[in-house]
């Protein structure tokens, strides 16, 4: 079982800057993909920002020069570092993982952490 555990979530005013963070444990091989989703009331989720194990990123054009994702491997740990918040980056942020466990790639998510920006 792995379990990914999302931190970091908050209050800001617009502007302002967050920093979450998303630690994986459990029987862990290794990890693929790390990514952020977010969802907001009545919307789908989407994707925030994603990294490979290699460190190639990619981000939603709307957050793009904004946000920042990275990780750290030996902490098997994900960040996102928001900054410039607008009120339509309020969500719930989800983290994601692609874990392989022995010879199997899983897909796992986290439970998620909310972000409200708002004067």
């Known amino acids: 079982q792995v379990q990914l555990v999302e931190s970091g979530g908050g209050l800001v005013q617009p502007g302002g800057s967050l920093r979450l963070s998303c630690a994986a444990s459990?029987?862990?091989?290794?990890?693929?993909?790390m990514g952020w989703y977010r969802q907001a009331p009545g919307k789908q989720r989407e994707l925030v920002a994603a990294?490979?194990?290699?460190?190639?990123?990619n981000y939603a054009d709307s957050v793009k020069g904004r946000f920042t994702i990275s990780r750290d491997n030996a902490k098997n740990t994900v960040y996102l570092q928001m900054n410039s918040l607008k009120p339509e980056d309020t969500a719930v942020y989800y983290c994601?993982?692609?874990?392989?466990?022995?010879?199997?790639?899983?897909?796992?998510w986290g439970q998620g952490t909310q972000v409200t920006v708002s004067s």
């Open positions: 994601n993982a692609d874990v392989r466990i022995i010879i199997t790639n899983y897909n796992y």
């Open positions: 459990g029987r862990i091989f290794s990890i693929n993909a």
């Open positions: 990294i490979t194990s290699g460190g190639s990123t």
